[in-house]
């Protein structure tokens, strides 16, 4: 097996390199590497953002199947109805009329972002143009139910989902209400499946009004929405491109009181998203106490804050094809945290917002460190297995996913 995986592995380096795209270099898809690592049990994914998880080819197939979703001509998604703009069709008419799933790549991805324009204009676009395809509680119900199956057919039986809560309190609960659905819906499939909701809120200019009522939301979700005996709601954390925005710090009393009140409530707050060394959100959210960093890409720029995050133990949650994507890091080989992960830093592979930066959904992850970073078959299981520590599954349902995980990956090597 480790034979066979070492070549697996220099045959594809030969090929590809350390630098590869995922939305562009198609054929990496068709590599055993690649195939070995969508098979491999994985564990969890604890950093992906609703709703930009189902690769594109998915979604073109999601939006066939809602007639009551239009694309205007402008390739913005709406709910049909009042206010749709002339020349606005489903997908089906739009197939039908000669488009194709690649067409909806290049608007609805990175890989269409113009050479020269700066790459996060574009990404939030997407997020503008795409944000309507969960606008009811039955769209919520049906796109999560497809994203989990489609987890739990890449090996991941645990998903840790940042989503905002907009809206009224009432909106609130019918969202969490339709993931509560899904996820039933998923169990009859696979009963072991869990899902944590990671309750967020934005730090740009005109999402800052929106930080208390987002927050009030996730509160009232909170105490109101639960997985049978378990909590839905799990954690906070506050988002955007952090060399835009204002400064967690702004928050970082609100983040405090909340806490206070919700004593079981945990913080993974995204934190050194950037190349900047006068980027100091590490420092502002350790402050705050945050129990796992999102990204924390910019740490080897403060030697001082890398041994704390060492010393507490602080798992960091890396995310290399949105890295790549977003032109935070171009080759695999020297992404940061492949330094991180050797001075004993614990980390986790995640994929963040893989609709709009590749063709699958977390393989593409661990296949850019396992050649970027040269790992062995033993580093991949420690990687695996600390998705499952470093969730925010309670004790009991953490122990049922290990045991779940730990044969199933001796099956896996055995096959
Ligand atoms: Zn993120």
Redesign the pocket.
Known sequence: MHQGFEKMKADFRAAFGTSFDFLRDRAIYDTPLYRFLERMPKGSDL?A?ADAVLPMELQVEFLKDHPELVITPDWQIRFIGPGVPYGSRTMKECLEDGLTADDFERCWTIGGAPRNGYVWDWFEGIFTKCGAICTTPALVQDYYTRVMLYYHSIGVEHLEL?SPFFGTREDAIARAQAYIRALHKVRETDPLFTLSIVACAGKNDAWDPLFDILMDNAIWVLKNVKDGRYDLVKALDI?NDEDRSYSLARYEERIRSILMHNPGLRLTL?AG?SLRGENGEIAVALRCGTNRL??GFNLYRYPELEKAVLEKGICMEI?PV?NAALGYCSDFSQHPAKQYMQSGIPIVICS??AAYQSRSVLTGDYLAVTVGWDLSLEQLHQLCRNSIDYSFLIPERKRALLKWWEKAWDAFLES
């Open positions: 950093h953002h940042r988002v995204h998203e999102g990204h995310c949105s963040d917002d």
